[in-house]
Protein backbone atom coordinates (compact mmCIF):
# COMPACT_ATOMS: atom_id res chain seq x y z
CA UNK A 1 0.00 0.00 0.00
CA UNK A 2 1.44 3.15 -1.15
CA UNK A 3 1.87 6.08 1.47
CA UNK A 4 2.41 9.67 0.75
CA UNK A 5 2.71 12.44 3.35
CA UNK A 6 2.85 16.06 2.68
CA UNK A 7 5.21 18.63 4.51
CA UNK A 8 6.19 22.06 4.13
CA UNK A 9 2.79 24.39 3.79
CA UNK A 10 2.61 27.08 6.23
CA UNK A 11 1.47 30.76 5.99
CA UNK A 12 3.71 33.54 3.79
CA UNK A 13 3.21 36.48 2.32
CA UNK A 14 1.95 37.54 -1.51
CA UNK A 15 5.30 37.21 -3.17
CA UNK A 16 6.75 34.99 -0.95
CA UNK A 17 7.96 31.03 -1.89
CA UNK A 18 7.37 27.81 -0.37
CA UNK A 19 8.37 24.52 -0.63
CA UNK A 20 6.68 21.44 -0.67
CA UNK A 21 7.58 18.13 -0.12
CA UNK A 22 6.11 14.61 -0.62
CA UNK A 23 7.80 11.35 0.68
CA UNK A 24 6.60 8.36 -0.92
CA UNK A 25 6.45 5.01 0.83
CA UNK A 26 5.12 1.32 0.56
CA UNK A 27 5.99 0.21 -3.13
CA UNK A 28 8.72 1.56 -6.11
CA UNK A 29 8.50 5.43 -6.49
CA UNK A 30 10.08 5.21 -9.86
CA UNK A 31 7.37 3.21 -10.57
CA UNK A 32 4.73 6.35 -10.64
CA UNK A 33 3.74 8.93 -12.21
CA UNK A 34 3.30 12.10 -9.29
CA UNK A 35 0.99 15.09 -9.55
CA UNK A 36 0.40 18.11 -7.35
CA UNK A 37 -3.43 18.73 -6.37
CA UNK A 38 -4.86 21.86 -4.75
CA UNK A 39 -8.27 22.48 -3.37
CA UNK A 40 -9.56 25.60 -1.51
CA UNK A 41 -12.97 25.91 0.44
CA UNK A 42 -16.30 26.17 -2.41
CA UNK A 43 -14.14 24.55 -5.04
CA UNK A 44 -13.05 21.73 -7.02
CA UNK A 45 -9.74 19.82 -6.81
CA UNK A 46 -7.05 21.86 -9.27
CA UNK A 47 -4.66 19.94 -10.62
CA UNK A 48 -1.10 22.41 -10.07
CA UNK A 49 1.45 19.69 -12.04
CA UNK A 50 2.63 16.72 -12.42
CA UNK A 51 5.75 14.21 -13.51
CA UNK A 52 6.54 11.39 -15.16
CA UNK A 53 8.79 8.41 -13.95
CA UNK A 54 11.17 9.95 -16.29
CA UNK A 55 11.21 13.20 -14.88
CA UNK A 56 9.33 15.12 -17.73
CA UNK A 57 7.28 17.72 -16.34
CA UNK A 58 3.37 19.23 -16.73
CA UNK A 59 2.20 22.33 -15.10
CA UNK A 60 -1.01 24.40 -16.40
CA UNK A 61 -1.01 28.14 -17.39
CA UNK A 62 -2.32 28.65 -14.18
CA UNK A 63 0.99 28.17 -12.42
CA UNK A 64 3.76 27.84 -15.32
CA UNK A 65 7.02 29.89 -14.82
CA UNK A 66 5.89 30.70 -10.88
CA UNK A 67 5.74 26.88 -9.59
CA UNK A 68 8.23 23.89 -10.14
CA UNK A 69 8.09 20.50 -9.85
CA UNK A 70 10.44 17.72 -9.49
CA UNK A 71 11.59 14.13 -7.55
CA UNK A 72 14.11 12.22 -6.28
CA UNK A 73 14.19 8.94 -6.49
CA UNK A 74 16.95 8.34 -4.33
CA UNK A 75 14.99 9.81 -1.13
CA UNK A 76 11.26 8.96 -2.40
CA UNK A 77 10.25 12.51 -2.33
CA UNK A 78 8.24 14.64 -4.89
CA UNK A 79 8.91 18.68 -4.54
CA UNK A 80 6.76 21.36 -5.56
CA UNK A 81 8.68 24.97 -5.75
CA UNK A 82 6.19 27.71 -5.39
CA UNK A 83 7.48 31.42 -6.05
CA UNK A 84 5.57 34.73 -6.52
CA UNK A 85 2.59 33.50 -4.08
CA UNK A 86 -0.47 35.19 -4.89
CA UNK A 87 -3.64 35.10 -2.62
CA UNK A 88 -5.56 32.73 -4.79
CA UNK A 89 -3.11 30.40 -4.23
CA UNK A 90 -4.17 29.76 -0.97
CA UNK A 91 -5.48 25.89 -0.42
CA UNK A 92 -4.70 22.56 0.46
CA UNK A 93 -1.97 20.96 -1.42
CA UNK A 94 -1.98 17.30 -1.57
CA UNK A 95 0.29 14.86 -3.90
CA UNK A 96 -0.72 11.92 -5.82
CA UNK A 97 0.20 8.86 -7.44
CA UNK A 98 -0.24 6.98 -10.65
CA UNK A 99 0.56 3.77 -11.07
CA UNK A 100 -0.69 3.73 -14.45
CA UNK A 101 2.12 2.24 -17.85
CA UNK A 102 2.07 5.75 -19.46
CA UNK A 103 4.67 8.21 -20.19
CA UNK A 104 2.29 11.04 -20.21
CA UNK A 105 0.61 13.10 -17.09
CA UNK A 106 -2.62 12.61 -16.37
CA UNK A 107 -4.33 15.89 -15.01
CA UNK A 108 -8.07 14.40 -13.96
CA UNK A 109 -8.38 12.99 -10.01
CA UNK A 110 -9.71 10.20 -11.09
CA UNK A 111 -6.91 8.89 -12.85
CA UNK A 112 -4.77 8.71 -9.40
CA UNK A 113 -4.30 5.73 -7.58
CA UNK A 114 -2.68 7.17 -4.05
CA UNK A 115 -3.57 10.08 -1.85
CA UNK A 116 -1.74 12.24 0.48
CA UNK A 117 -3.48 13.85 3.67
CA UNK A 118 -2.38 17.44 2.23
CA UNK A 119 -0.80 20.42 3.87
CA UNK A 120 -1.93 23.69 3.81
CA UNK A 121 -0.78 26.89 2.14
CA UNK A 122 -1.83 30.21 3.06
CA UNK A 123 -0.80 33.11 1.18
CA UNK A 124 -1.81 36.87 2.96
CA UNK A 125 -2.13 39.89 0.83
Known amino acids: QVQLVESGGGLVQAGGSLRLSCTFS????????MGWFRQAPGKEREFVGG???????YLPDSVKGRFTISRDSAKDTLYLGMNSLKPEDTAVYCC???????????????????WGQGTQVTVSS
Open 51 to 57: ITRAGST
Open 26 to 33: GRTFRSYN
Open 96 to 114: AADGADLSRIRTAPTAYDY
